[in-house]
C-alpha cells in the first residue's frame, strides 16, 4: 500500500506540471484501493487514499440538507469549525488519520472499480455531471482542506493524502442509512475522560498547553490537576471525587463538574497568578474551614448537597470573594481559620424553604440537607446558582482597605 501511496504522490505532481487539460485527464485516472465488505445491499466499498486536489475544488459535493426542498440530508456546515481545523493543520498541530466516508452514486460505477484500482476517467466518461464524489461523513475536513487550498495555494494542500472509504454506487437513501448509522451510535468520549487526557498529553507536550492557552482552554488543565490532587490527598475529598473511568460507589461530586467550578477560581487575578501547590493550599484550606463551620453536613455528605454540584459550585464562587476579604485583613490564604471566621457567620444566617410541599424554613446547616430537607437543591439551576451566590455575598464581610 506504502509504494501505491508514493506512487500516486508523484503522479499528481508530474500532472500540476502540465498543461490544464492535460492535467485534468491525468489526474483523474486512477487511485490504487482495497475492496472490502460489501454493504447489505451488495454495493461494493473500497479503501484508499486520494490526494486532495482530485476531490477539491469541483469534484464533490455535501449534501446539505435543505428544508426548503426537503433535499439533502447533512447539517450545514460550522464555519468556527472548518477554521480551526483549518488552522491547526497549517501549523501542523493535527492529522487527520480517520477516514472520510464518500459514494459514488453513478450507476455504473461498480464497472470502475478493476485490478485494485478506481478509475475515475472511466467514471467522468460515463457520468452525467461533473462531480463524482458525495460527501457523506466527513465534510469538515474536506472544507478545512479547501479552505488551506485556497487561502495557501503554495503549501502544497492539494497533495495531501486523505484516507478515504468509498461505497461504489449506492444511492442516495442508502447514504442516509449510513449517515444515520455513522452520527447516532457514534458515542462521544466523556467529558472527565477527555479532561484526564488532556492533562496527560501537556504533561508530556508543553507546546500543547501553548495551544489550548491561546483557545482559552488552558485553565481547564489547571482544573483536571488541581481535582485529582484533591481527590487523592485532601482530607476534605478523599474517595468522594468521581475521577475518569471509576465507578460511582461513594462518590459525591463528578470530575468534569469539579473542573467546572474551578473555572472562576482560575480566572481571577490572585488565585490564577498562584502556583500549583499553593492553589491546592488555598483549595484545601478553604473546604477545611467549611467543615469546621458546618461538620455534620461533612460527616454525612451523602444526606447534604455541600459536597456535590450546586454546593461546589456556589462555594468555589464564593471563594474568590473570600480570598480578596482574606487579603484585605492580612490573614492567611492557607490557612483553615481564616475561612472559618469569614464563613461562619454566613452559613449560620443563610436560610431559604425546604423542599417538603410546605415550604418549611431552614436555616444554616439544614439549609444544605438534601430534597425534601433542605433547601440548597432549589438552586440547582444556572439561574438559581447566581441567586444563591449573591444571597451568600451580601452576608460576607466587607473588604478592607488597608
Not at 451510535?185 to 475522560?193: H, I
Not at 469546621?292 to 450546586?310: L, N, S, T, W, Y
Request: proline content about 5%; some cysteine.
Amino acid at each position: 500500500m506504502f509504494s501505491t501511496i508514493e506512487a500516486q504522490k508523484e503522479d499528481f505532481a508530474m500532472a500540476r506540471m502540465m498543461p490544464p487539460l492535460d492535467r485534468v485527464r491525468a489526474v483523474i485516472d486512477s487511485i490504487p484501493v482495497v475492496e472490502g465488505q460489501k454493504l447489505r445491499s451488495g454495493v461494493p466499498v473500497v479503501a484508499g487514499y486520494i490526494a486532495a486536489g482530485l476531490l477539491i475544488p469541483d469534484n464533490y459535493d455535501i449534501p446539505t440538507f435543505d428544508p426548503r426542498n426537503n433535499r439533502g440530508y447533512q447539517r450545514p456546515l460550522q464555519d468556527s469549525r472548518v477554521n480551526e481545523l483549518a488552522a491547526d493543520l497549517k501549523k501542523k498541530r493535527v492529522d487527520l488519520p480517520t477516514a472520510i466516508l464518500l459514494n459514488l452514486r453513478n450507476r455504473e460505477a461498480r464497472q470502475a472499480v478493476q485490478d485494485g484500482k478506481l478509475r475515475l476517467g472511466f467514471l467522468r466518461d460515463s457520468a452525467s455531471t461533473a462531480i463524482l464524489f458525495h460527501v457523506v461523513d466527513g465534510q469538515h475536513r474536506v472544507a478545512a482542506l479547501k479552505k488551506l487550498m485556497e487561502d495557501d495555494p503554495d503549501g502544497d494542500w492539494d497533495k495531501f493524502l486523505i484516507p478515504f472509504i468509498c461505497m461504489v454506487g449506492a444511492t442516495e437513501q442508502e447514504e442516509m442509512e449510513q449517515f444515520y448509522v455513522v452520527n447516532s451510535r457514534a458515542k462521544s468520549v466523556r467529558t472527565d475522560l477527555a479532561l484526564a487526557l488532556l492533562r496527560k498529553l501537556t504533561d508530556k507536550d508543553s507546546k500543547m498547553l501553548e495551544r489550548l492557552e491561546e483557545k482559552g482552554k488552558g485553565w481547564q488543565v489547571a482544573a483536571e490537576k488541581l481535582v485529582e490532587a484533591l481527590a487523592e490527598n485532601s482530607s476534605v475529598w478523599r474517595g468522594l471525587i468521581r475521577l475518569a473511568a471509576t465507578e460511582k460507589g461513594a462518590t459525591t461530586m463528578p470530575s468534569a463538574s469539579m473542573v467546572t467550578s474551578l473555572k472562576p477560581l482560575l480566572a481571577s487575578p490572585f488565585f490564577g497568578r498562584l502556583n500549583f501547590a499553593q492553589q491546592q493550599q488555598v483549595i484545601e484550606a478553604f473546604w477545611t474551614g467549611l467543615r469546621d463551620v458546618m461538620r455534620p453536613a461533612f460527616d454525612e455528605p451523602p444526606g447534604f448537597v455541600i459536597q456535590k454540584g450546586v454546593g461546589v459550585i456556589v462555594m468555589h464562587a464564593i471563594l474568590v470573594d473570600v480570598l480578596e476579604i482574606a487579603r484585605s485583613t492580612g490573614r492567611s490564604v492557607i490557612d483553615a481559620a481564616t475561612y472559618s471566621d469569614v464563613m461562619a457567620e454566613p452559613m449560620k444566617l443563610l436560610q431559604g424553604e425546604a423542599q417538603d410541599g410546605q415550604g418549611t424554613p431552614v436555616h444554616g446547616v439544614e439549609f444544605w440537607r438534601t430534597a425534601p430537607q433542605g433547601a440548597a437543591g432549589s438552586y440547582s439551576s444556572s439561574a438559581g446558582r447566581r441567586v444563591l451566590i449573591s444571597k451568600i455575598r451580601q452576608m460576607l464581610p466587607k473588604v478592607e482597605v488597608v
